[in-house]
């Protein structure tokens, strides 16, 4: 590992956000659901080669993801859960329906790119899957546990036709996954040559382009409570930069 100058750094990082955003672009034109297509229910995500977020939002779902999944990882795999609970609650309820696919470049994993829709049914008591009542997860709806949607790139048509029989509107649902599915592996094929060029080698500096956003973080965050008391800073990103306390400045009683 070297130092990347700040101009490479800036390209790369911009690269990588640009393949973020045509990720959103990718489902929205693509999904039937209006919650998806309107509404825009939909967080994604590129991440490095231990499922750290590089670019893109709920930075977490990768790594909490992989230690609920017991199988190997291999190109061409496509990954999908709705259990909260097998992803450490990266995704809220059963009608998060979370993708992960790893990004492989010459035989090495080098990152991964994932995103989670929110799809409008998936069975359940009552439509839309999202009972007031409901005493356990088992009543919103199909709850699917961590398994290969594709496994080298083959589709388990089995799977997801059982799924796919558990919710009211099944044409949606399958529109709103393939457009999950299309917008990861657009991640995949930007991330590795618009953001990278053909020059990239095994991987990308992720570690650097952490780096340079940890201090705009810490300062979008500085606020002082009545009294100036100084707090510590959550640590809500696992890194150790952010495990220091923060001044917060501001005039709000709460």
Not at 97 to 115: D, Q, S
Request: hydrophobic share 40%; charged share 25%; with cysteine.
């Amino acid at each position: 590992k070297g130092e990347v100058d700040p101009v490479t750094l800036d390209l790369i990082e911009n690269g990588l956000r640009n393949a973020r955003y045509e990720m959103d672009e990718v489902l929205f034109r693509t999904a039937l659901s209006p919650g998806i297509r309107e509404q825009h229910d939909e967080f994604p995500l590129i991440a490095d080669p231990d499922g750290k977020m590089v670019v893109g939002q709920f930075g977490l779902s990768i790594p909490d993801f992989l230690d609920g999944f017991d199988d190997t990882i291999e190109e061409g795999d496509v990954l999908l859960t709705s259990d909260p609970y097998a992803c450490g609650a990266a995704i809220s309820h059963a009608n998060d329906w979370l993708v992960v696919v790893p990004i492989f470049k010459e035989g090495r994993l080098v990152g991964g790119a994932a995103m989670f829709g929110h799809m409008s049914d998936v069975g359940g008591k009552t439509p839309c899957s999202m009972p007031t009542d409901a005493r356990t997860i088992y009543e919103e709806g199909v709850v699917i546990p961590p398994f290969k949607l594709y496994q080298r790139g083959v589709l388990n048509e089995d799977a997801l036709r059982i799924i796919l029989n558990q919710v009211r509107k099944p044409d949606w649902n399958r529109a709103d996954l393939n457009g999950i599915v299309a917008a990861c592996r657009t991640a995949l094929e930007l991330s590795l040559k618009q953001a990278l060029g053909e020059r990239a080698t095994v991987t990308y500096p992720a570690d650097a382009v952490c780096k340079a956003g940890d201090q705009p973080c810490l300062d979008d965050v500085r606020f002082r409570p009545l009294g100036g008391v100084t707090q510590p800073l959550i640590p809500w990103i696992n890194r150790p930069t952010y495990q220091q306390a923060v001044e917060v400045q501001g005039r709000s009683p709460r």
